[in-house]
């Protein structure tokens, strides 16, 4: 009888969690299409640019091209990504709205492999 | 050399915590090491597999296929994880009991086994497939795998080994009457690890937008790609810059499970007189 009730709220407590965690998804807004979309290039182990500028406060997309015949991943603690391009592939980066500042971002594969996003 | 043994001691070493934990909490079930190298040996295909489709996958879901994938096996993995401590609460007491009447410990040892080795799969999986990537560059830019690459990455593996075996060397080294307390614990930690990390992929992927300021920034204390910095992140999830909803989902996992290992752990009425 015991083991009953205990098992029954067990089971409401998890069907709670999924709706709660359903409804933040649902919640979620869809993207917004005033992105900001930037392009770069990954070859000799450089980012090319390796300087990036984008206005604050609007989201941005990053277009990553792989021109190195090596796998990199593109990383950044800063800006909360970290994505596996393999060798000569491209990827999508969106990064939200950003307060001014400098972001860092890097190849966790060859970390000298450095980038900067400067918003004003 | 270098670059190819860093490169793998760092990922098999974030394989290898997780893998020295799962042999510390399942050290008095028999049978474990065939669950365990099952977990890995099927962990390193998946990893040649994603591999292989890394560009394919990436482009899946308006380019944010990575990220779903490695949010949807994080979330599968924090599942097992829960499971097997909320399991463990239940049968731990009555599988310690029989553990030397052998036979009936590997029949109930073997479901909570089940979900460790999923969760050690996803874990070689994960860290496997960057190592096959990134050797696998080196190899083609090269024009083919040259010794000292091959070396490297075997030095790198034989590191990551090694962590894996003293972190299992280590934590078996602590009382019995402890060790559920702590590997629990260790387990409960990693799976809301894993949570808040799985919610980075989905925030990454523009799913979740919700809560997603960074709350604080401790890079300048220890860096997220420092190597303490990605022990704490596998082992505790630590992340230098989290978001408000990483923070709401660790937070979430931990009182979840250990609401759950509470609400189904023997009641005290049927539980033996304190042993």
């Known amino acids: ?120 | 050399m270098l670059p190819s043994l860093l490169i793998v001691f760092r990922e098999v070493f974030e394989a290898g915590l997780i893998i020295g934990i799962v042999m510390a909490v399942t050290s008095s079930v028999p049978g474990r090491g065939l669950w365990v190298a099952g977990g890995v040996i099927a962990g390193v295909l998946g990893a040649c597999v994603v591999a292989l489709f890394t560009g394919g996958l990436s482009e899946l879901f308006g380019g944010s296929g990575q990220e779903l994938f490695n949010a949807g096996i994080l979330g599968f993995a924090v599942l097992m994880l829960g499971w097997h401590n909320v399991w463990m609460a239940r049968h731990g007491r009555e599988m310690a009991a029989e553990m030397r009447a052998a036979g009936q410990a590997v029949v109930t040892g073997s479901k909570s086994l089940a979900a460790l080795a999923v969760v050690v799969m996803i874990a070689v999986l994960r860290e496997g497939s960057e190592v096959v990537l990134f050797l696998y560059g080196v190899a083609a830019a090269q024009g083919g795998a040259d010794l000292s690459m091959a070396a490297g990455g075997a030095v790198g593996l034989v590191l990551g080994a090694i962590v894996c075996l003293l972190t299992y060397l280590g934590l078996i080294t602590i009382p019995t009457r402890y060790l559920f307390a702590v590997t629990s614990t260790l387990i409960t930690l990693l799976a809301a690890g894993m949570a808040a990390q799985a919610i980075a992929f989905l925030q990454q992927a523009n799913i979740l937008t919700v809560f997603d300021e960074t709350v604080w920034n401790t890079s300048w204390l220890l860096s997220d790609s420092s190597l303490l910095g990605r022990a704490l992140h596998t082992l505790i999830g630590y992340v230098d810059q989290p978001t408000a909803m990483q923070l709401i989902a660790y937070a979430a996992t931990l009182a979840v499970i250990l609401v759950l290992m509470r609400l189904f752990a023997v009641p005290p009425a049927q539980r033996p007189r304190a042993a």
Do not use: W
Request: aromatic content about 4%; proline content about 7%.
């Open chain 1, 1 to 120: 009888m015991i083991k009953r009730t205990v098992m029954r709220s067990g089971r409401s407590l998890l069907a709670a969690t999924m709706l709660a965690s359903a409804a933040i998804l649902a919640a979620a807004p869809a993207c917004a299409d005033d992105a900001v979309t930037l392009s770069l290039e990954i070859k000799d182990h450089r980012f090319d640019p390796a300087e990036l500028h984008a206005p604050p406060g609007k989201p941005i997309t990053l277009r990553v091209k792989n021109a190195s015949s090596i796998a990199a991943e593109i990383e950044s603690s800063d800006m909360h990504f970290e994505k596996v391009i393999a060798a000569g592939a491209e990827a999508t980066i969106r990064v939200r709205p950003l307060q001014p500042g400098r972001y860092n971002f890097f190849d966790d594969f060859h970390h000298e492999t450095q980038g900067v996003l400067v918003v004003p």
